[in-house]
C-alpha cells in the first residue's frame, strides 16, 4: 500500500516536471494556450466531479459558477485597474459570490429529487445567462468586452507557470477534502442517500457543502479562463460550458478527480484537432456530434469512464476483483424495496 | 380591449405548443419515471421534418403527417437504444437524455443544414379575420383549436378506453398492473412514441407561427416544457394544460408589459413552485396511495 | 390432487442481500397453502419471487410443470397466477369498477359471471362501484384486490397477509371469503395470524432466514408445540 502511494507520487511528479520543462523545449504558442486551456478546464471538470462523481448530483447549471468567476475578474480588470491586486482580489470576491450563491441555491434545491434539482439548475443558470445578456452597461451583452491582463500575464508562459501551479494547488487540496471524513460522507451519499441519512447525518447539509466546494472552484476556473482569453461574453454561462464540464467528467471516469483531468485533455485535444480537419471536411464543423455519440455509448457501456475501466482492468490484474472505494460507477440510485 | 383579446390569443396559442410538448413529458415521466432531456430534440425533428415535407408536396397536411411519423419513429429508437438500457436508474437517464439532445440538434445542422429555415404559413391559414376593431390571427385560432381537440382526444381516451385505463394505472403502479398480467414494458413504448410524436406535432405547428425554425429552439421550447411539466405536477395531464395555458399567458402579458423579465418569468414561477409546492400546482393523489 | 406450484430450492437476491437462501414448497390444486414465518423471514419475497417482481437467480419455480423462474411478471399473471400484494396495490384515483375493469383480460361471459360472483361476495364493492379506490377503507381495498386478482380465471391466487392493519370484524369476514373463493381456486397464504391460519389452510411451509425449515398438514402443526414455538414464538 505504502508501495503504491508513493508509486502514484512519483507518477505525478514526473509528470508535473515533464509541464514544467515542455514550455522550455517546445515553445510552439498553439500549445501553450492549448495546454493553458487543459489545465483550466481540468479546474472546472474536478470541481464539477465533487457534484457527479462524489456526491452522485446532476446538476446542470455549473456554467453560472464558472461565469460568476470569468465576469467578476473581466468586470473588476476592465474597470478598475488591471493589476496583478486587483486580479486576486476578484478572484476571491468571485469566489465569495459563487460560494454564497451556491449555497443559496443549494439550499433551495438540493432537498428535491435528483430530476427536479437537474432542471433547476438549468433553470437558474438560465436566469444568470438572462441577467448576463440584458445588464448591458456591465457585461455588454452578448458582444462582450475585452479587457487587458495584469502586466506580469502579458507573457504567455508567465500564465501557463501561474495557471499550471493554481491547478496542482487545487488538486491537492480537492484530493484532501475528498479524502477527509466530510469527503466520505459525501461518498456514503452517493451510494445510498437513504441509508446516510438513517445513520444520523443531515445529507442536505453534507450535499449543500459540496454543492459550495464545487461552485468555488468553478467559478476561480472562471476567472482564469476570462484572463486567458483577455475577454468575456455570455458564452461563459452557456450551457456548453457545463456540458463540457459534464463530457470530461464521464469520459475521464467519475469519482477519480484525475478522470476529470485526463477528460479535459482529451476533449480539448480532440476540439482543437477536429476544429483543424474542419477546415478541410465540413463534417467536422459538427465535432460535437462525436462527442455527444461518444458520451452517450460511454454512460451505456463505459460508465466508469477511462480512469475507472484502467483501475478496473488493473485490479483484475491483480486478481482484485473488489474495486476501490473511490473508484464508484456512476452514480446508480438503488431501487427500494421492503 | 383589442390588446386584451390579442394577448390572451397570443398567451394560449404558445400555451397550446407548450402542452403539446409537455404532455408528452408529462406522460413519459409518470408512466416511466424517465425525465426525458431529449424531448426538445423530438420536437425540433418535427419542425424540420414537417416542414421539409411540407415543402415538398406543398401540402401542410401532408407536412403535419411527416412530422408525427417522425416523432414516432425517434420516439421508438430512443425507446429501445437509449431509455431501455439505463432504465431504473435516473443519474443515467438524465445524463443519457441530455447527449441525445445534444446528438439531435446537432444532426438537424448536418441534415438540413446549419442556418435557420424561414416557413410559411399555408395560404389558407394565413392572414386574418376582423370582428369589431379585434383583429385574431386564423393560425393562431388553428393552434389553439387543435390544442383543444388533441387534449379532448387524449382526455376521453384517458377516462374512458381500456388503454387509458392500463396507461393510468401504470402511473400509479408499475409492479400491481404487470401482477394484473399487463406487458408494462409495451405500454412504456408506446407511450414514449405517442409522447414523441406530440412533441414533433409541437414543433411542427410551431414552425409557421414563429416563422423560422433553427436547430437550437429545441432546447429553448424543452425547458419551457420541463417549467409546464413542473408548475403541472409531473405526471398530471390535465394540470400540464393548464400550467401550459399559465405559462403561454404569463410569456405573452410580461412581454408587452414588462419585457425585460419576460424571459425570467416562468423560471421565476417554476422556481416558487419547486421550492414551496415540488409536487405541483395541480398534481394527483398518486403519492397518498399508500 | 395434482400439484400446481413447485418452489424448488429458490434464491432471490434484491440488491446485495441474499433473501431466499432455498425455499421449497408445493401448493396443490384445490388447497389453501400457508406460508408462516417471522417477520423478515421472507414470505412476502417468495410471493414476489413466484410474481416474477424480485426474479429467482437459483432454483427453479414451476407452474403446472412449466418453468415460470425466468419469465416476466405479465406472462405469470396470464398464465393464471393472480396476486394480492400486502398493501393491496389498489390503483388509488381508478373507481372500483375501473379497478376491475383494468384487471380484466377478457370481457367474456365467463368472466362477467365471476364479477357477479364476486360482487354478491363483497356486496360493499357493487355499493361502491363508482368510488375512487383510494377513498376505500382498508377491509374494502382487501375484498377489492381479492376481487381484481379472482376476476380472471386465476387457477391459483397468492395473498399476502389479508388480515395485516384490519379491525377483528372486518378479518373475520375477509377470512369467510377465502374460504369461499377457495371452492373456486386455489390458494397460496401468507399469514402471520396463526389462529386464522390454521383455521383455513390445509398445508403449511415454515419460513426462517429464507429457508424452508418445515412443510406439512396443517394439523400436524397444530399439533406440534416445539415447532410453534421455535419458528413462530407460540404455545
Known amino acids: 500500500m505504502n508501495n503504491k502511494i508513493s508509486l502514484r507520487a512519483f507518477a505525478f511528479f514526473l509528470l508535473l516536471v515533464i509541464f514544467i520543462i515542455l514550455p522550455f523545449v517546445n515553445d510552439s504558442r498553439t500549445l501553450l494556450i492549448l495546454l493553458t486551456q487543459i489545465f483550466i478546464f481540468g479546474i472546472l471538470a474536478m470541481s464539477y466531479d465533487i457534484l457527479l462523481g462524489y456526491t452522485g448530483i446532476v446538476s446542470f447549471g455549473h456554467a453560472m459558477f464558472f461565469g460568476i468567476g470569468a465576469y467578476t475578474t473581466a468586470v473588476m480588470l476592465k474597470q478598475m485597474d488591471h493589476t496583478l491586486l486587483i486580479f486576486v482580489l476578484s478572484i476571491v470576491i468571485g469566489m ?50 475585452t479587457f487587458r491582463a495584469p502586466d506580469l500575464f502579458r507573457d504567455r508562459m508567465t500564465f501557463y507557470f501561474f495557471v499550471l501551479a493554481s491547478l496542482v494547488v487545487i488538486f491537492l487540496a480537492l484530493y484532501r477534502f475528498v479524502n ?31 454543492s459550495v466546494v464545487a461552485g468555488i472552484v468553478a467559478s476561480f476556473a472562471g476567472s482564469l479562463y476570462a484572463v486567458s482569453l483577455r475577454f468575456v ?35 480539448e485535444y480532440a476540439q482543437h484537432a477536429l476544429s483543424g480537419l474542419a477546415r478541410d471536411y465540413p463534417i467536422f464543423e459538427r465535432w460535437i456530434i462525436f462527442f455527444g455519440i461518444l458520451y452517450i455509448l460511454a454512460v451505456i457501456f463505459f460508465p466508469k469512464g ?10 483484475k490484474w491483480r486478481g482484485r476483483l473488489k474495486q476501490r472505494k473511490t473508484t464508484g460507477p456512476l452514480p446508480q440510485e438503488k431501487e427500494r424495496f421492503e | 380591449m383589442e390588446l386584451l383579446v390579442n394577448l390572451i390569443i397570443n398567451g394560449l396559442a404558445t400555451g397550446m405548443l407548450i402542452f403539446l410538448l409537455a404532455a408528452g413529458l408529462t406522460l413519459i415521466f409518470g408512466l416511466m419515471d424517465v425525465l426525458n432531456f431529449a424531448h426538445g430534440g423530438l420536437f425540433v425533428w418535427g419542425a424540420y421534418a414537417g416542414i421539409f415535407t411540407y415543402m415538398l408536396t406543398e401540402s401542410f397536411i401532408v407536412g403535419i403527417i411527416g412530422a408525427i411519423v417522425t416523432g414516432a419513429l425517434l420516439g421508438l429508437l430512443t425507446e429501445k437504444f437509449i431509455i431501455t438500457p439505463v432504465y431504473g436508474n435516473h443519474i443515467q437517464q438524465i445524463l443519457i437524455t441530455l447527449g441525445l439532445m445534444l446528438v439531435l440538434q446537432e444532426l438537424i445542422k448536418v441534415v ?55 396507461v393510468r394505472a401504470g402511473v400509479q403502479d408499475k409492479e400491481m398492473a404487470q401482477a394484473l398480467g399487463i406487458h408494462i414494458k409495451r405500454v412504456f413504448l408506446y407511450v414514449f412514441m405517442v409522447g414523441a410524436a406530440l412533441a414533433a406535432l409541437s414543433g411542427m405547428l410551431m414552425a409557421p407561427y414563429s416563422g423560422v425554425i433553427y436547430a437550437e429552439m429545441g432546447m429553448e421550447y424543452a425547458i419551457l416544457g420541463f417549467i409546464v411539466v413542473v408548475i403541472g405536477g409531473m405526471g398530471s395531464f390535465s394540470g400540464s394544460l393548464l400550467a401550459a395555458i399559465l405559462v403561454g399567458l404569463a410569456g405573452s402579458f410580461m412581454a408587452y408589459y414588462v419585457p425585460v423579465l419576460s424571459l425570467a418569468v416562468n423560471m421565476i414561477l417554476m422556481a416558487i413552485v419547486l421550492i414551496f409546492r415540488p409536487q405541483g400546482l395541480f398534481a394527483m393523489r398518486k403519492e397518498r396511495t399508500s | 390432487m395434482t400439484t400446481l406450484l413447485t418452489l424448488n430450492e429458490v434464491h432471490t437476491h434484491i440488491g446485495q442481500y441474499h433473501i431466499l437462501q432455498g425455499v421449497n414448497f408445493e401448493a396443490k390444486e384445490g388447497q389453501v397453502t400457508v406460508l408462516l414465518g417471522r417477520n423478515g423471514a421472507g414470505k412476502t419475497t417468495t410471493l414476489k419471487t413466484i410474481m416474477g417482481l424480485t426474479p429467482a437467480t437459483k432454483g427453479d419455480i414451476a407452474f403446472r410443470s412449466q418453468s415460470i423462474k425466468k ?38 361471459t365467463a368472466t362477467l359471471e365471476r364479477q357477479q360472483y364476486v360482487l354478491e361476495l363483497f356486496p360493499d364493492l357493487k355499493k361502491f362501484w363508482k368510488k375512487a379506490g383510494g377513498h376505500l377503507s382498508g377491509g374494502q381495498k382487501q375484498m377489492l384486490s381479492m376481487a381484481r386478482a379472482f376476476i380472471n ?27 369461499e373463493m377457495k371452492k373456486k381456486t386455489s390458494i397460496v397464504l401468507v399469514e402471520q395470524n396463526f389462529i386464522m391460519a390454521s383455521r383455513i389452510g390445509d398445508t403449511y411451509t415454515l419460513i426462517d432466514d429464507g429457508r424452508t425449515v418445515n412443510s406439512g398438514n396443517m394439523q400436524d402443526l397444530i399439533d406440534d408445540e416445539e415447532l410453534k414455538r421455535k419458528y413462530l414464538g407460540i404455545g
Open chain 1, 306 to 315: 477511462i480512469i475507472g475501466s484502467l483501475r478496473l482492468l488493473f485490479g
Open chain 3, 71 to 108: 419469465s416476466p411478471t405479465y406472462k405469470v399473471a396470464k398464465l393464471g397466477i393472480g396476486y394480492v400484494p400486502e398493501n393491496q396495490g389498489i390503483f388509488a384515483d381508478l373507481t372500483v369498477e375501473e379497478n376491475m375493469k383494468v384487471a380484466m383480460r377478457k370481457e367474456d
Open chain 1, 233 to 267: 461574453n455570455t458564452s461563459v454561462m452557456a450551457m456548453d460550458i457545463t456540458l463540457d464540464a459534464l463530457l470530461m467528467t464521464i469520459i475521464g471516469g467519475v469519482g477519480t478527480l484525475v478522470g476529470p483531468l485526463l477528460g479535459s485533455a482529451v476533449i
Open chain 3, 153 to 179: 380465471d386465476s387457477q391459483l391466487i397468492l395473498i399476502d397477509e389479508p388480515s395485516k392493519g384490519l379491525a377483528p370484524i372486518v378479518v373475520e369476514k375477509v377470512m369467510e371469503a377465502i374460504v
Open chain 1, 96 to 145: 465569495i459570490l459563487a460560494g454564497f450563491i451556491s449555497f443559496l441555491v443549494g439550499l433551495l434545491t438540493l432537498r428535491l429529487k435528483s430530476h427536479f434539482f437537474a432542471m433547476l439548475t438549468l433553470a437558474f443558470s438560465g436566469l444568470f445567462l438572462v441577467l448576463a445578456e440584458k445588464w448591458r452597461s456591465v457585461t455588454y451583452g452578448n458582444d462582450g468586452f
Open chain 1, 180 to 210: 477527509s471524513p466530510t469527503g466520505r460522507i459525501l461518498i456514503a451519499v452517493r451510494e445510498n442517500e437513504q441509508r446516510t441519512k438513517s445513520l444520523g447525518f443531515n445529507t442536505l447539509h453534507y450535499k449543500v457543502i459540496a
Open chain 2, 112 to 166: 438540413f443544414g446549419p442556418n435557420g429555415v424561414a416557413v410559411k404559413t399555408p395560404s389558407y391559414l394565413a392572414g386574418s379575420w376582423e370582428i369589431g376593431d379585434v383583429i385574431i390571427i386564423k393560425y393562431r385560432l388553428f393552434i389553439i383549436v387543435i390544442g383543444f381537440v388533441i387534449f379532448g382526444i387524449f382526455q376521453y381516451m384517458l377516462k374512458r378506453t381500456k388503454i387509458g385505463l392500463i
